[in-house]
C-alpha cells in the first residue's frame, strides 16, 4: 500500500469541495488515486492485478482482473487534478478475465476553478461469461473549465456484458468529447450510458458506437443530457445489428432550458442481417410541464421543481 | 358555516369563448365537497383556476379566495405554501425519483410525517417505497402514490382532480376511505367528478354544467338532479358535453 498521507488530505478538501462523498478520504477507500500525474494512493483489489507508470502529463494502466474474480465492493479509482495544468493525459487497457465478475467505480475529479485538457483513452476486453461495470462519475466544479477528449474502446466476448455509465451531474461539464466503442460478440452485451447536465458556454459531444457481430448480441446506448444557458449538446448513437438475431436499441432524450441552447441528436440505425433489429426513439423538449407543477402544487419553487427533476433524469 | 374557499362569481373566457360563465362556490372547513358535471362542464377549469395550473393564473373577472387571501395571480408554489394542493386526475410521472423521496418532498413541511403511514393509508406497503413514480406504477398504482402524497402534504384544502377515473369498481370504496381518511387528518377536499356514486361520500355537492353552478346541496339531491337533467341534456345538446 502507498498512501501520501498529507497529500491526500490536501487534495481530499478540494475534491470534496466540488462534491466527490468525504467517506472514500476518510476511509481513504482508493485502490488508486492519481493527482495530475502522480499517484497519491495505490492500493491492490484481490484478484486484480495492475501496473501504473508516472508520465510527463499522466498516467499509463494496465489492469487485469484474474478470471472468475468476483468481487462485492467496486473497485475505487479516481484520477484528478487538485491544481491547475496545461494537460492531463491517462492511458489505460483494462481486461476482465473469463468469468469474472467485478464494477469499477472511477472519479474524474477537478478541483474549484481551475482549468486543464483532460485526454483519456481506454481499452477494455470483457473475456466470455464475464461481468463488467464501468461507472464514470465526473466531479467539475462551478468555476472549473475542462477540455475533456475521452475515448473508450470495448470489446466484448461471447456471453459477457459491459456496461459503461458516464455521468457528470453538478458543476460545469466545459468543453467535452466522449467517444464510446464496443464490438460485442454471440451472445454479449454492452450497454452505454450518458447522464450529463451542460451550463454557461459548455459544449457536449457525445458518440455511442456500437457494432453487434455476434449471434444474438444486444446493445443500448442511452443518453440524458440536460442542457441549460447556452449550451451546445450533440448525441450521436450508432448502432449496427450485423449478425442474425441481435437486438439494439438508442434512447436520446435531452431537455433544453434556455432560449440560446442547441441539441442535436442523431441516431443511426444499420441493420445487416434480415433477423437483427434495431430501434431507436429520440425526445429534445423542455422540462415536462406537468412535471413541474406538479412539484410547485406540492410547494416546491420552479427553480426547486426543475432542480428535482433533473437530477432525477441524471441519476 | 366556516368558508375556507370562496369561489365570487369567476368567469374565463379563452380566445374569446367563455368557459366560465360566472361561478359562486363556497366550501366550508373540514367538509368534503364535491363538484358533479358532464363532460365540458368546466369542473377541471375551475380546479385549474383554483391551484393556477395550466397558465390559469387568474379568471377573466372575478375572485378565488382562500382563507382571506386572494389567489388571483398567485404562483402555484404560492398557493401551495397558503395550504392549497392539487392532485391530478392523471399524475405525472418522475424518472429517477422513488416513492419514498416523492412523499418526502411532498410533506417536506409536514413535522409528522411518515412516509410508511401514508403509503399504509392508500393500501400500499413500505416494498413501493423503492420503486420510482414513472411508468413502472400501474395507473392505479400512481394515482395511490397520488393519494398518499397529499396525505404526506397534509394540506388544508386538497383539491382531487377525477380522483375515481381509471380506478375499477373494486378499488373505488378504498378511494372514497382514503379521502375520508384526508378529511380527518383536517384536509378538506374539493372533489371533481363525473360519477354520482363517489360524491355520495361527500358532505356537500354543486352541479355545474356548461360553465355554470346549477344547484348545491346534499350529494343525494344533487346527484339526482345530475342524473335526471344533465344525462337528458347530453343527448340533447351534444355541443355542451365537449371534452374539457
Avoid at chain 2, 355545474?208 to 346541496?217: H, L, R, S
Amino acid at each position: 500500500m502507498e498512501v501520501k498521507k498529507n497529500l491526500l488530505d490536501t487534495i481530499g478538501k478540494k475534491f470534496v469541495q466540488v462534491g466527490l462523498p468525504r467517506e472514500l478520504f476518510e476511509k481513504n477507500r482508493f485502490n488508486l488515486l492519481v493527482d495530475r500525474n502522480k499517484i497519491v494512493v495505490r492500493y491492490p483489489a484481490p484478484g486484480v492485478r495492475s501496473e501504473v507508470i508516472e508520465t510527463p502529463t499522466g498516467v499509463k494502466t494496465k489492469v487485469y482482473v484474474e478470471p472468475g474474480t468476483k468481487l462485492e465492493e467496486p473497485v475505487i479509482l479516481c484520477f484528478g487534478a487538485a491544481e491547475t495544468t496545461e494537460v492531463q493525459t491517462t492511458e489505460g487497457e483494462i481486461i476482465v478475465g473469463e468469468g469474472a465478475d467485478v464494477k469499477f467505480q472511477v472519479y474524474g475529479a477537478m478541483a474549484e476553478g481551475i482549468k486543464l485538457k483532460h485526454e483519456n483513452k481506454l481499452k477494455v476486453r470483457v473475456e466470455k461469461n464475464a461481468r463488467f461495470e464501468f461507472l464514470d462519475l465526473h466531479y467539475n466544479g462551478e468555476e472549473t473549465f475542462v477540455e475533456l477528449e475521452t475515448e473508450t474502446d470495448a470489446y466484448v466476448g461471447e456471453n459477457a456484458y459491459f456496461r459503461s455509465i458516464f455521468k457528470q451531474t453538478r458543476g460545469r461539464a466545459g468543453r467535452v468529447r466522449i467517444v464510446l466503442k464496443a464490438n460485442v460478440d454471440k451472445k454479449g452485451v454492452a450497454v452505454f450510458e450518458t447522464k450529463m447536465i451542460g451550463k454557461k458556454d459548455d459544449e457536449i459531444y457525445v458518440e455511442d458506437v456500437i457494432h453487434l457481430n455476434g449471434e444474438e448480441s444486444r446493445g443500448i446506448s442511452k443518453s440524458r443530457i440536460i442542457a441549460v444557458d447556452e449550451t451546445k449538446a450533440t448525441f450521436v448513437g450508432e448502432t449496427y445489428g450485423n449478425a442474425p438475431k441481435c437486438r439494439g436499441h438508442i434512447d436520446c432524450s435531452e431537455v433544453i432550458r434556455g432560449k440560446d441552447v442547441v441539441v442535436k441528436a442523431v441516431p443511426v440505425v444499420v441493420v445487416n442481417d434480415e433477423t437483427a433489429k434495431v430501434t431507436h426513439e429520440a425526445a429534445i423538449g423542455s422540462i415536462d410541464k406537468k412535471q413541474l407543477e406538479t412539484l410547485m402544487a406540492r410547494g416546491l419553487t420552479e427553480d426547486e421543481a426543475v432542480d428535482v427533476i433533473v437530477q432525477g433524469m441524471l441519476r | 358555516m366556516n368558508p375556507i374557499l370562496t369561489v365570487n362569481s369567476v368567469k374565463l373566457t379563452i380566445n374569446g369563448k367563455p368557459i366560465l360563465k360566472g361561478v359562486d362556490l363556497v366550501v366550508n372547513k373540514g367538509e368534503i365537497h364535491a363538484i358533479l358535471g358532464p363532460n365540458g362542464a368546466g369542473k377541471s377549469t375551475l380546479a385549474a383556476l383554483i391551484m393556477g395550473i395550466n397558465d390559469l393564473k387568474e379568471p377573466t373577472d372575478g375572485e378565488i379566495i382562500f382563507r382571506d387571501k386572494l389567489l388571483n395571480g398567485l404562483e402555484i408554489y404560492e398557493r401551495a405554501k397558503l395550504g392549497v394542493t392539487l392532485a391530478w386526475q392523471d399524475p405525472a410521472r418522475f424518472e429517477g425519483i422513488t416513492v419514498e423521496e416523492y412523499l418526502k418532498l411532498s410533506g417536506r413541511n409536514n413535522p409528522e410525517l411518515d412516509v410508511v403511514e401514508c403509503l399504509e393509508l392508500v393500501g400500499l406497503d413500505c416494498n413501493y417505497l423503492n420503486r420510482f413514480v414513472d411508468e413502472t406504477l400501474s395507473g392505479g398504482e400512481r394515482k395511490r402514490v397520488e393519494l398518499a402524497s397529499i396525505l404526506a402534504m397534509r394540506p388544508e384544502l386538497a383539491v382531487l382532480d377525477e380522483p375515481d377515473s381509471g380506478i375499477d369498481f373494486v378499488s373505488m370504496e378504498d378511494i372514497a376511505n382514503m379521502i375520508k381518511t384526508m378529511r380527518e387528518r383536517g384536509t378538506t377536499v374539493l372533489m371533481i367528478t363525473h360519477r354520482e356514486e363517489i360524491a355520495e361520500i361527500a358532505d356537500r355537492a354543486t352541479l355545474m354544467c356548461d360553465g355554470k353552478v346549477v344547484q348545491t346541496g346534499s350529494p343525494k339531491e344533487v346527484g339526482q338532479k345530475f342524473k335526471t337533467m344533465c344525462v337528458k341534456c347530453e343527448v340533447r345538446n351534444p355541443e355542451l358535453v365537449g371534452g374539457e
